[in-house]
Protein backbone atom coordinates (compact mmCIF):
# COMPACT_ATOMS: atom_id res chain seq x y z
CA UNK A 1 0.00 0.00 0.00
CA UNK A 2 1.23 3.70 -0.92
CA UNK A 3 0.44 5.72 2.47
CA UNK A 4 0.63 8.69 0.45
CA UNK A 5 -1.28 7.75 -2.60
CA UNK A 6 -3.75 6.57 -0.13
CA UNK A 7 -4.33 9.37 2.37
CA UNK A 8 -4.51 11.72 -1.63
CA UNK A 9 -7.41 9.26 -2.27
CA UNK A 10 -9.30 9.32 0.82
CA UNK A 11 -9.14 13.02 1.20
CA UNK A 12 -10.36 13.37 -2.24
CA UNK A 13 -13.16 11.52 -1.76
CA UNK A 14 -14.12 12.75 1.37
CA UNK A 15 -14.04 16.56 0.02
CA UNK A 16 -16.11 15.66 -2.91
CA UNK A 17 -18.78 13.80 -0.65
CA UNK A 18 -18.52 17.28 1.60
CA UNK A 19 -20.02 19.53 -1.95
CA UNK A 20 -23.13 17.39 -1.89
CA UNK A 21 -24.06 19.50 1.41
CA UNK A 22 -27.22 21.06 1.14
CA UNK A 23 -26.82 24.95 1.74
CA UNK A 24 -27.00 25.89 4.85
CA UNK A 25 -30.16 28.56 3.91
CA UNK A 26 -32.24 26.32 2.38
CA UNK A 27 -32.12 24.22 5.28
CA UNK A 28 -32.68 27.10 7.62
CA UNK A 29 -35.89 27.82 5.45
CA UNK A 30 -37.42 24.51 5.41
CA UNK A 31 -40.24 23.21 6.71
CA UNK A 32 -39.07 20.15 7.37
CA UNK A 33 -35.43 18.90 7.61
CA UNK A 34 -34.31 17.10 4.71
CA UNK A 35 -32.19 14.57 5.83
CA UNK A 36 -34.66 11.71 6.22
CA UNK A 37 -34.63 7.54 5.95
CA UNK A 38 -37.78 6.16 5.92
CA UNK A 39 -38.07 2.61 7.43
CA UNK A 40 -39.89 1.00 5.29
CA UNK A 41 -38.02 1.61 2.00
CA UNK A 42 -35.35 -0.40 3.31
CA UNK A 43 -37.52 -2.91 4.77
CA UNK A 44 -39.23 -3.04 1.34
CA UNK A 45 -35.81 -3.65 -0.31
CA UNK A 46 -34.99 -6.42 1.85
CA UNK A 47 -38.64 -8.55 1.76
CA UNK A 48 -38.01 -8.11 -2.25
CA UNK A 49 -34.78 -9.96 -1.63
CA UNK A 50 -35.85 -12.67 -0.14
CA UNK A 51 -38.74 -13.02 -2.93
CA UNK A 52 -36.25 -13.05 -5.80
CA UNK A 53 -35.94 -16.32 -6.98
CA UNK A 54 -32.52 -15.60 -8.63
CA UNK A 55 -29.35 -13.89 -7.59
CA UNK A 56 -28.11 -10.58 -8.19
CA UNK A 57 -24.11 -10.21 -9.10
CA UNK A 58 -23.64 -8.99 -5.51
CA UNK A 59 -25.21 -12.19 -4.50
CA UNK A 60 -24.00 -14.68 -6.10
CA UNK A 61 -20.17 -12.83 -6.13
CA UNK A 62 -20.87 -13.35 -2.03
CA UNK A 63 -22.26 -16.41 -1.82
CA UNK A 64 -19.36 -18.07 -4.22
CA UNK A 65 -16.80 -17.05 -1.31
CA UNK A 66 -18.89 -18.51 1.58
CA UNK A 67 -18.40 -21.79 3.07
CA UNK A 68 -21.35 -24.08 3.95
CA UNK A 69 -22.67 -22.58 6.91
CA UNK A 70 -20.27 -19.82 6.88
CA UNK A 71 -20.62 -16.49 8.83
CA UNK A 72 -21.25 -13.31 7.11
CA UNK A 73 -20.88 -9.65 8.44
CA UNK A 74 -23.71 -7.07 6.77
CA UNK A 75 -22.41 -3.45 7.30
CA UNK A 76 -25.35 -1.16 6.63
CA UNK A 77 -27.67 -4.80 7.61
CA UNK A 78 -31.12 -2.56 7.37
CA UNK A 79 -33.47 -5.74 7.34
CA UNK A 80 -31.18 -8.10 5.60
CA UNK A 81 -31.76 -7.37 1.80
CA UNK A 82 -27.68 -8.31 1.09
CA UNK A 83 -27.31 -11.29 4.17
CA UNK A 84 -30.65 -13.20 4.58
CA UNK A 85 -30.48 -15.05 1.61
CA UNK A 86 -26.67 -16.02 1.48
CA UNK A 87 -27.83 -19.15 3.29
CA UNK A 88 -24.91 -18.24 6.32
CA UNK A 89 -24.47 -20.08 9.50
CA UNK A 90 -24.63 -16.85 11.11
CA UNK A 91 -25.31 -12.98 9.98
CA UNK A 92 -23.52 -10.15 12.05
CA UNK A 93 -25.71 -7.50 11.31
CA UNK A 94 -24.78 -3.92 12.33
CA UNK A 95 -27.04 -0.92 11.32
CA UNK A 96 -27.24 2.56 13.37
CA UNK A 97 -30.96 2.24 13.50
CA UNK A 98 -32.48 -0.06 16.09
CA UNK A 99 -35.85 -0.47 13.99
CA UNK A 100 -33.78 -2.02 10.78
CA UNK A 101 -31.97 -4.25 12.65
CA UNK A 102 -35.26 -5.33 14.54
CA UNK A 103 -36.83 -6.15 11.39
CA UNK A 104 -33.54 -7.78 10.06
CA UNK A 105 -33.68 -9.87 13.65
CA UNK A 106 -37.14 -11.23 12.74
CA UNK A 107 -36.85 -11.88 9.52
CA UNK A 108 -33.88 -13.85 10.23
CA UNK A 109 -35.87 -15.76 12.65
CA UNK A 110 -38.58 -16.73 10.22
CA UNK A 111 -35.79 -18.23 8.47
CA UNK A 112 -34.19 -19.95 11.70
CA UNK A 113 -31.16 -17.67 10.83
CA UNK A 114 -28.92 -17.24 13.78
CA UNK A 115 -27.77 -13.67 14.07
CA UNK A 116 -25.72 -10.84 16.00
CA UNK A 117 -27.11 -7.71 15.97
CA UNK A 118 -24.64 -4.40 16.25
CA UNK A 119 -26.41 -1.07 16.63
CA UNK A 120 -23.79 1.63 15.84
CA UNK A 121 -21.85 2.49 13.04
CA UNK A 122 -18.83 1.23 11.54
CA UNK A 123 -16.16 1.15 12.28
CA UNK A 124 -16.97 2.51 15.32
CA UNK A 125 -18.52 -1.17 16.52
CA UNK A 126 -16.06 -3.06 14.56
CA UNK A 127 -14.22 -4.17 17.77
CA UNK A 128 -16.98 -5.95 18.75
CA UNK A 129 -17.53 -7.62 15.56
CA UNK A 130 -16.17 -11.22 14.93
CA UNK A 131 -13.92 -11.98 11.67
CA UNK A 132 -16.18 -13.82 9.53
CA UNK A 133 -15.85 -15.48 6.23
CA UNK A 134 -17.14 -13.18 4.29
CA UNK A 135 -18.32 -9.13 4.46
CA UNK A 136 -20.81 -7.51 2.15
CA UNK A 137 -22.18 -3.43 2.16
CA UNK A 138 -24.60 -2.33 0.36
CA UNK A 139 -25.76 1.03 -0.55
CA UNK A 140 -23.49 2.92 1.95
CA UNK A 141 -20.30 4.16 0.92
CA UNK A 142 -21.57 7.32 0.05
CA UNK A 143 -22.43 7.95 3.38
CA UNK A 144 -19.34 7.29 4.81
CA UNK A 145 -16.42 10.51 5.08
CA UNK A 146 -13.48 8.26 5.77
CA UNK A 147 -13.83 5.75 2.84
CA UNK A 148 -9.98 4.00 3.93
CA UNK A 149 -10.48 3.26 7.44
CA UNK A 150 -14.23 1.84 6.40
CA UNK A 151 -12.81 -0.44 4.04
CA UNK A 152 -10.11 -1.42 5.87
CA UNK A 153 -12.82 -2.43 8.91
CA UNK A 154 -14.44 -4.61 6.96
CA UNK A 155 -11.00 -6.28 5.07
CA UNK A 156 -9.49 -6.95 8.61
CA UNK A 157 -13.14 -8.25 9.33
CA UNK A 158 -13.09 -11.50 6.48
CA UNK A 159 -11.40 -14.17 5.87
CA UNK A 160 -12.27 -14.99 2.61
CA UNK A 161 -14.09 -11.63 0.76
CA UNK A 162 -15.23 -8.10 1.00
CA UNK A 163 -18.30 -7.59 -1.31
CA UNK A 164 -19.83 -4.37 -1.35
CA UNK A 165 -22.61 -2.54 -3.79
CA UNK A 166 -22.99 0.66 -4.48
CA UNK A 167 -24.85 3.22 -7.72
CA UNK A 168 -22.09 4.23 -9.68
CA UNK A 169 -22.85 8.22 -8.98
CA UNK A 170 -23.93 9.72 -6.11
CA UNK A 171 -27.95 7.96 -4.98
CA UNK A 172 -29.22 11.50 -4.83
CA UNK A 173 -27.45 12.18 -8.31
CA UNK A 174 -30.70 11.34 -9.88
CA UNK A 175 -32.48 14.53 -8.07
CA UNK A 176 -29.92 17.43 -10.13
CA UNK A 177 -32.51 18.28 -12.59
CA UNK A 178 -35.24 19.40 -9.96
CA UNK A 179 -32.20 21.53 -7.82
CA UNK A 180 -31.31 23.46 -10.69
CA UNK A 181 -35.07 24.00 -12.24
CA UNK A 182 -36.52 25.23 -9.04
CA UNK A 183 -33.00 26.74 -7.52
CA UNK A 184 -30.59 26.90 -10.23
CA UNK A 185 -28.46 25.28 -8.09
CA UNK A 186 -25.87 22.47 -10.04
CA UNK A 187 -24.80 19.57 -8.46
CA UNK A 188 -21.54 17.90 -8.43
CA UNK A 189 -20.20 15.09 -10.42
CA UNK A 190 -18.76 13.56 -8.49
CA UNK A 191 -17.64 11.61 -6.01
CA UNK A 192 -18.57 8.14 -9.07
CA UNK A 193 -18.18 4.50 -8.28
CA UNK A 194 -14.60 5.07 -9.88
CA UNK A 195 -13.40 7.93 -6.89
CA UNK A 196 -14.38 4.56 -4.51
CA UNK A 197 -12.56 2.10 -6.37
CA UNK A 198 -9.23 4.42 -6.99
CA UNK A 199 -9.71 4.39 -3.06
CA UNK A 200 -9.87 0.99 -2.33
CA UNK A 201 -6.59 0.03 -4.95
CA UNK A 202 -4.50 2.91 -3.45
CA UNK A 203 -5.18 0.92 -0.11
CA UNK A 204 -3.82 -2.63 -1.78
CA UNK A 205 -6.90 -4.41 -2.66
CA UNK A 206 -6.84 -6.48 -5.66
CA UNK A 207 -10.48 -4.62 -6.37
CA UNK A 208 -13.05 -6.28 -9.45
CA UNK A 209 -16.38 -4.82 -10.13
CA UNK A 210 -19.30 -5.12 -12.07
CA UNK A 211 -22.03 -2.86 -13.22
CA UNK A 212 -25.41 -3.92 -13.90
CA UNK A 213 -28.72 -2.49 -13.25
CA UNK A 214 -30.73 -2.82 -10.63
CA UNK A 215 -34.44 -1.09 -8.89
CA UNK A 216 -33.26 1.22 -6.20
CA UNK A 217 -34.77 3.45 -4.32
CA UNK A 218 -33.78 6.26 -0.96
CA UNK A 219 -36.56 7.90 0.31
CA UNK A 220 -39.97 6.29 -1.51
CA UNK A 221 -39.33 8.43 -4.77
CA UNK A 222 -41.34 6.09 -6.91
CA UNK A 223 -44.09 5.39 -4.55
CA UNK A 224 -46.99 6.78 -3.33
CA UNK A 225 -46.02 9.68 -1.29
CA UNK A 226 -43.59 11.02 -4.33
CA UNK A 227 -44.08 14.71 -4.20
CA UNK A 228 -44.08 15.10 -0.70
CA UNK A 229 -40.84 13.05 0.02
CA UNK A 230 -39.22 14.41 -2.66
CA UNK A 231 -40.28 17.89 -1.79
CA UNK A 232 -39.28 17.76 1.17
CA UNK A 233 -35.57 16.75 0.13
CA UNK A 234 -35.73 20.00 -1.85
CA UNK A 235 -36.55 21.85 0.71
CA UNK A 236 -39.28 23.15 -0.31
CA UNK A 237 -42.13 24.66 0.72
CA UNK A 238 -45.80 23.44 0.29
CA UNK A 239 -46.47 26.87 -1.90
CA UNK A 240 -44.06 25.40 -4.86
CA UNK A 241 -45.41 22.07 -4.91
CA UNK A 242 -47.17 22.55 -8.27
CA UNK A 243 -43.96 23.27 -9.57
CA UNK A 244 -42.41 20.62 -8.44
CA UNK A 245 -45.58 18.57 -9.75
CA UNK A 246 -44.89 19.97 -13.32
CA UNK A 247 -41.68 18.89 -13.34
CA UNK A 248 -42.22 15.54 -12.14
CA UNK A 249 -44.71 15.09 -14.75
CA UNK A 250 -41.85 15.61 -17.50
CA UNK A 251 -38.43 14.63 -15.63
CA UNK A 252 -39.48 11.57 -13.04
CA UNK A 253 -37.74 10.41 -11.09
CA UNK A 254 -35.96 7.10 -12.46
CA UNK A 255 -36.97 3.28 -11.88
CA UNK A 256 -33.71 1.47 -11.80
CA UNK A 257 -30.19 2.09 -11.00
CA UNK A 258 -27.03 1.85 -12.42
CA UNK A 259 -24.73 -0.32 -10.07
CA UNK A 260 -22.15 -1.55 -9.18
CA UNK A 261 -20.50 -4.59 -7.37
CA UNK A 262 -17.20 -4.00 -6.25
CA UNK A 263 -15.55 -6.78 -4.27
CA UNK A 264 -11.63 -8.08 -3.47
CA UNK A 265 -10.15 -11.40 -1.63
CA UNK A 266 -8.73 -10.87 1.29
CA UNK A 267 -6.13 -13.41 3.97
CA UNK A 268 -7.55 -11.67 7.56
Request: aromatic fraction near 8%; charged fraction near 20%; proline fraction near 7%.
Amino acid sequence: MAVGRAEDANRRWSRMLAEWSIPDQLIASAPESPYFFDPAVFIGIADDALARSADTPSDAIAREALPPRGFVLDVGVGAGGASLRLEAGRVVGVDRSGELLAGFAERAAKRRLAVTLLEGTWPDVASQAPVVEVAVCHHVIYNVSDLAAFAEALSSHARSRVVLEATTVHPMAWMAPYWNALYDLSQPNHPKIEDAIEVLEALGFQVHHRQWQRPYQMIGETGPDQLARIARRLCLPQSRHDELREILATTPPPDERQVATIWWDTSA
